[in-house]
């Protein structure tokens, strides 16, 4: 299994709910990653796990709140977002994290969210 | 720190060579290539690590210059397939460990 599941693909939320987008990775890699991606724009990171534990934290406001339960699962728990958080928000792994990882990192297809 | 990608867009006939730039104004530690394609994810093409270095497959090629400041992705005889947004990445280091960042990306658009 060499892909990134991300789920849901779309998702439309109001200003005052609480959802959740899940990422799930098999590949035996040990960091992953939350990148945000607005249109026509380079990814941005958000959030670096390493061995499950949160490394970087990308000064993302505390409405998004991120999850690893355990090394193949990676959640980020929303709450009162606004609309400009509007994107689409990729989840990415990797073997490892830092310099010479030789593979680069595997992204998902992503999760379009939508504030309204 | 980011790194900046010339030029920001280009469109080509298919069989029509490109030539993609990555600078920094500072010596990179690495150089990752990635095209994402519409509303699809980023998808790995290569990595480059050290100074002088060229790597390549298929028509798909990239090299580092000796200051690993600049990176270039050379694509040869294109064709549809390679349409997509290009990024070039890059690890910096930050508060005694590194994060990885992108890019500003080059759209490619090629032409029947």
Same mark, same amino acid.
């Given at each position: 299994d060499t892909e990134v599941t991300q789920t849901p693909k779309h998702l439309v939320m109001g200003m005052t709910n609480k959802k959740s987008l899940k990422c799930e990775q098999h590949m035996g890699h040990r960091a992953m990653y939350w990148y945000k991606q607005k249109a026509k724009k380079p990814p941005e990171l958000m959030f670096v796990y390493s061995y499950e534990k949160l490394s970087i934290n990308e000064s993302v406001p505390s409405r998004f709140s991120p999850e690893c339960p355990n090394s193949s699962l990676l959640n980020l728990h929303l709450h009162a977002l606004q609309p400009e958080d509007s994107a689409l928000y990729l989840c990415a792994s990797s073997?490892?994290?830092?310099?010479?990882? =030789? =593979?680069g990192y595997t992204f998902g297809s992503g999760t379009r969210l939508t504030v309204v | 720190q980011q790194p900046v990608q010339s030029p920001q867009a280009v469109i080509l006939r298919e069989g029509e060579d490109a030539v993609i730039n990555c600078s920094s104004s500072k010596a990179l530690y690495s150089v990752h290539w990635y095209r994402q394609k519409h509303g699809e994810a980023p998808v790995f093409l290569m990595i480059l690590l050290k100074g002088g270095e060229q790597k390549g497959h298929d028509k798909i090629s990239a090299s580092f210059n000796e200051k690993k400041q600049q990176s270039s992705l050379y694509l040869t005889a294109s064709q549809l397939s390679y349409s997509g947004t290009y990024f070039c990445g890059t690890e910096i280091p930050t508060s005694g460990t590194y994060k990885y960042i992108f890019g500003t990306g080059t759209r490619l658009k090629v032409l029947a």
């Open positions: 073997q490892g994290w830092g310099v010479r990882d =030789y =593979y | -």
